[in-house]
């Protein structure tokens, strides 16, 4: 048996672990992943090494992440990969997707949409992986004896955690809790910084709105359980920066379910310029961050002393 496991290269400690973890299977495993040491030597050409992998493998793993997908290289051995399958050559495809990539999404709109696609850090999921391999006999029966899955995951969350942003895969809605003040709020971006413009007045009215808000809200809902399982002090971190001073307060509001419940409100008292803001994420009911579907950032009335202003919210994480 021998693995080729295609990842970009921005993906390394999700590409070792799951190398780590395919070699507690079955030691005798032939693994080719570019993220291991001695797999491309010095002065090697990699790009001859890699077809030569793709080529003497008969199990293709993807793991598709967001840096999958914008990776070139990545989607050229998705291809190759296709073609051995298409040719009908006895050649296995088990593609994981990495959140905030769904299942959904992982291989939409590419020739292999077919096929079902697994989560890497869902336990039943990788069971499920190592009874596949047992089943084609690529692996022996007592390999999923050997396997310590919850490690593994827990492995799988720290990685994901300290590779990338879980924010980045929110849509971002600013409202007015006034429907005729569409143009109450305003927000621009630029890159992790996020931009409020405010104007109670906007549509000329005399009534102040309730509140304004900028929400990040997810497709579906996302598991923030099983990241906190990983990191205990796993915590919401993001710089406020009040530069009108015309904000005294803003709740951060985390809501789940896919029509939106509060779980959790953090008020956060703020002063002039910027405001370093942290709110933990241990506390939370467990069931509550298993579907979360949103988190906002509320500003009521009695917390803006002016009629205009302007706030932005920068380097917003879950970390």
């Excluded at 399982?229 to 904000?247: G, H, R």
Aim: with cysteine; glycine share 4%; proline share 4%.
């Amino acid at each position: 048996m021998k693995v080729f496991i295609s990842h970009s290269s921005r993906d390394l400690e999700l590409a070792k672990a799951f190398s780590y973890f395919l070699k507690t299977l079955y030691m005798e495993m032939d693994i080719y992943c570019t993220s291991l040491q001695g797999t491309i030597n010095q002065g090697e050409n990699f790009i001859n090494s890699i077809e030569s992998g793709l080529k003497g493998s008969n199990v293709f793993i993807p793991l598709i992440t967001q840096n999958y997908c914008k990776s070139k290289y990545c989607l050229i051995e998705l291809g190759y990969a296709y073609c051995k399958l298409a040719a009908k050559q006895k050649y296995y495809i088990l593609p994981f997707c990495i959140p905030p990539i769904s299942k959904a999404e992982a291989l939409l709109s590419t020739p292999l949409s077919y096929l079902q696609t697994a989560t890497l850090n869902d336990k039943n999921d990788v069971e499920n992986f190592v009874k596949i391999l047992i089943k084609n006999k690529l692996i022996p029966e007592t390999a999923l004896m050997k396997a310590d899955i919850n490690e593994f995951i827990n492995r799988i969350n720290t990685a994901i955690l300290n590779n990338g942003n879980i924010i980045e895969n929110a849509i971002i809605l600013p409202i007015c809790s006034d429907k005729r003040n569409p143009e109450a709020i305003f927000h621009t971006q630029d890159n992790n910084n996020h931009i409020v413009n405010f104007n109670l007045n906007a549509n000329n009215g005399d009534i102040r709105p309730e509140f304004i808000s900028l929400v990040f809200k997810f497709p579906g809902t996302y598991n923030f359980a099983d990241f906190l399982f990983a990191n205990d002090n796993m915590e919401l971190t993001c710089v406020l920066n009040n530069y009108t001073d015309s904000l005294t307060n803003i709740d951060i509001e985390f809501k789940y379910y896919e029509i939106p419940q509060k779980l959790f409100t953090s008020k956060i008292n703020l002063n002039s310029g910027k405001n370093e803001i942290k709110v933990p994420i241990k506390g939370m009911h467990i069931e509550g961050l298993k579907q979360i579907s949103e988190i906002c950032f509320v500003a009521w009335d009695r917390y803006i002393t002016e009629i205009e202003g302007m706030f932005s919210i920068e380097n917003i994480k879950i970390n």
